[in-house]
């Protein structure tokens, strides 16, 4: 456990000493986003618009991550074991792709469809059975929806087969 609170201090110090873009925590044994690093990252967090918290064994993410990097871009959460986002996930206003895939939702994250910006969305391995097709279609930036390896039902699969303007990755059969 040492070596992997070390793991993360040395990438911290690595982002705030290099000036960096991105905060790449991934494969850390992280279970949450540690409080400490608020803390630390505050005098550069504006500048962050990328950040990994990918393959780690997180359950759930703090509004406070959102109302701290208000600068976001891209978010990867993948190979984590997310059921849920805080609704502060729908402020984000820079958001343009988030990455969870192979987690635990089994409900899509409906505050995904209120950032304007987003372009991509991967929720592909998790357990979602239901989509807000009407919500999906009127986001004016996406482009591309990867929900691959999940159990759509029968009326979502069906609709799919209509037209979107953004491109639908699925699992065919």
């Known amino acids: 456990m040492a070596e992997a609170v070390a793991n993360v201090a040395r990438r911290i110090n690595a982002t705030v000493e290099e000036g960096k873009d991105s905060l790449d925590l991934s494969n850390c044994q992280l279970i949450s986003f540690p ?32 109302s701290t990097f208000t600068q976001l871009r891209e978010l990867d959460l993948q190979g984590n074991i997310f059921t849920k986002l805080p609704d502060e996930v729908g402020e984000m206003e820079h958001l343009t792709s988030i990455n969870l895939a192979n987690n635990s939702f089994s409900i899509f994250p409906e505050k995904l469809t209120e950032i304007a910006t987003l372009e991509r969305i991967d929720l592909e391995g998790n357990s979602i059975t239901e989509l807000p097709l009407e919500k999906l279609s009127a986001m004016p930036a996406l482009k591309w929806l990867n929900i691959k390896s999940n159990p759509l039902s029968s009326s979502i699969q069906s609709a799919l087969h209509s037209p979107y303007n953004f491109e639908i990755l699925l699992t065919t059969e």
């Open 35 to 66: 409080d400490g690093v608020f803390k630390v990252l505050r005098t550069v967090s504006e500048n962050i618009s990328i950040v990994t918290l990918a393959d780690n064994k997180m359950k759930a993410i703090s509004s406070k991550f959102f």
